[in-house]
């Protein structure tokens, strides 16, 4: 699974993918839209590649959790967010037996689930489960990008020489 591209903005509703490293941030483009948005470095994001979910024994990635989410709907749409929270916690249960209950809040479990069908909807959910879809912008982000450091201008003199 591939979720390395993809990022969760703060304050920014949906997904996004990383497509281009700038000096001073990224420019990330929305899966809901396609529109390309610029992020500075000071931006709260998430690589969705990066987060975990507790469980007793530990912590499982998502990427693992996806997976399993497309093996039990058969690479189709999970149930949707906006059901009420007994019924997620139970769809959730099914499918992570051992999440911690009191560390894995419902609204963890709505992101969990919005993300996944944000994923299928795009028809990112691959036989590995969501992953990029391979293009030629995304496939030059992945390599490094020289950082171009900030070149200062010689200061200039107060005072001028006679």
């Known amino acids: 699974m591939?979720?390395?591209?993809?990022?969760?903005?703060?304050?920014?509703?949906g997904l996004?993918?990383?497509?281009v490293q700038t000096r001073t941030g990224f420019v990330a483009e929305s899966l809901a839209d396609g529109k390309k948005i610029t992020v500075n470095l000071?931006?709260?994001?998430?690589?969705?590649?990066?987060?975990?979910?507790?469980?007793?024994?530990?912590?499982?990635?998502l990427a693992e959790i996806m997976r399993k989410?497309?093996?039990k709907e058969n690479k189709g749409a999970a149930i949707s967010h906006k059901e009420d929270n007994a019924k997620l916690t139970a769809y959730?249960?099914?499918i992570l037996p051992d999440y911690d209950e009191e560390r894995v809040y419902p609204s963890d479990i709505k992101k969990v689930l919005n993300w996944y069908n944000?994923?299928?909807?795009?028809?990112?959910?691959?036989?590995e489960a969501p992953a990029v879809a391979v293009e030629e912008e995304v496939a030059v982000v992945g390599?490094?990008?020289?950082?171009?450091?900030?070149?200062?201008a010689p200061a200039k003199n107060a005072k001028t020489q006679k």
């Open 143 to 152: 390599e490094e990008i020289p950082v171009v450091e900030d070149v200062k």
């Open 118 to 127: 944000m994923l299928q909807a795009k028809g990112l959910v691959t036989d």
């Open 2 to 13: 591939n979720l390395e591209k993809i990022l969760a903005i703060s304050g920014k509703p």
């Open 16 to 19: 996004y993918v990383l497509k």
């Open 69 to 71: 989410i497309a093996v």
């Open 42 to 61: 000071k931006s709260n994001v998430s690589l969705l590649s990066e987060i975990s979910i507790y469980t007793y024994e530990g912590e499982k990635p």
């Open 92 to 94: 959730f249960k099914e």
